[in-house]
């Protein structure tokens, strides 16, 4: 490859799609399309090209908001941003600003949570993501997910609730019912029964995948790793042994986002291949707590030609 090309690349692509390409394979794909009821990223693939992830439950069609890894929230204002059942809608309102790189490939988008009969919305997402090889094993991926939740009235708030507000369905063979997989949390303790709403740094899903590469083990899986800057930090951990976990920081009480001060979440998955290893899991937390975050910045203000927004790290 020329070496003026970026390594890591987001590209817009037909059917309202960006796909994320390290080294040009895909690793990564947001889907936007209205056609569903909220964006969601899908498919999410491990070092040997396995999916890790998948759309909706292995059994259970009433599951189908189960969009392999989406955002969501169940109660705000008491109105349902989780099923499908409900009128309420998020959508992409507009991208703000994609950029290439040999470290990572970003996309900045602003997101819309509609409640389905207002046609104004109850609050605006702004999701900054970045996509890059994991350090030490550059054909695991990172996937950094940075979200600021400002209302349109003054105060809003996100009420208390196991459903919000990120979460992840698994691919079917690592689920601990359906495959052979298994839940791990940040003191290696397994299983659904034990992790079940109890708070953890991070909690993995990994078990045998199907995959292109013939040297691999034949397993992968995600870690899903909460931010220290998180409220309620470590968050107490929405899991099930049929194959999706999810953090839900208004497990144990609600949170208020204002105006004044929007409710910031930050969160890492780590695809990786292999089972699960703890001292790997402990490396890529101390990487994250350590990442500077993302910002959104002006390119009149950095004198860049061309461009409305351009994403940096501050």
């Known amino acids: 490859m020329p070496n003026d090309l970026p390594r890591c690349e987001a590209v817009p692509i037909p059917n309202h799609e960006v796909a994320f390409r390290i080294d040009g394979r895909e ?15 899908y498919p999410l693939l491990a070092p040997n090209g396995g999916e890790l992830t998948r759309m909706g439950h292995p059994g259970a069609p009433n599951h189908d908001h189960h969009q ?16 499908n059942t409900s009128p309420a809608r998020i959508r992409q309102k507009q991208w703000l600003a994609y950029e290439d790189g040999d470290n990572e490939a970003m996309m900045g988008v602003l997101l819309a949570w509609h409640d389905g009969h207002d ?26 997910l940075d979200s600021t939740f400002t209302p349109v009235a003054e105060m809003l ?14 691919a079917r063979s690592i689920s601990a019912h359906f495959g052979g997989g298994q839940l791990t949390n940040d003191r290696s303790v397994e299983g659904e029964p034990q992790l079940f709403e109890q ?33 309620g ?37 780590h695809a990786h291949g292999g089972r ?18 993302m910002r959104i910045a002006s390119g009149r203000e950095l004198k860049v030609k061309h461009r409305h927004s351009v994403l940096v790290r501050e």
Do not use: C
């Open 199 to 231: 708070s953890s740094r991070w909690m993995d899903y990994s078990g045998p995948l199907r995959g292109a590469a013939p040297a691999d083990d034949g397993s992968g899986g995600v870690t899903f790793f909460d931010h220290p800057d998180n409220p």
């Open 157 to 170: 708030e996100f009420q208390q609730t196991n459903y919000g507000f990120l979460a992840v369905r698994v």
């Open 27 to 41: 690793r990564l794909r947001w889907n936007y399309n209205s056609a569903y009821p909220r964006p969601f990223f």
């Open 276 to 293: 699960y290893r703890a001292e790997r899991a402990e490396e890529m937390a101390a990487w994250f707590t350590h990442q500077p975050p």
């Open 68 to 83: 392999s890894i989406w955002f969501a929230h169940n109660k705000v204002l008491g109105i349902d941003f989780w099923s």
């Open 233 to 269: 930090y470590p968050v107490h951990w929405h899991v099930r042994e049929d194959g999706w976990m999810g953090a839900a920081p208004t497990m144990q009480a609600p949170l208020l986002t204002t105006k004044a001060k929007p409710l910031r979440l930050r969160y890492l998955l």
């Open 119 to 144: 046609p104004r919305e109850l609050l605006q997402q702004q999701l900054l993501v970045s996509v890059r090889p994991a350090p030490g094993a550059a054909d695991e991926t990172l996937l950094e």
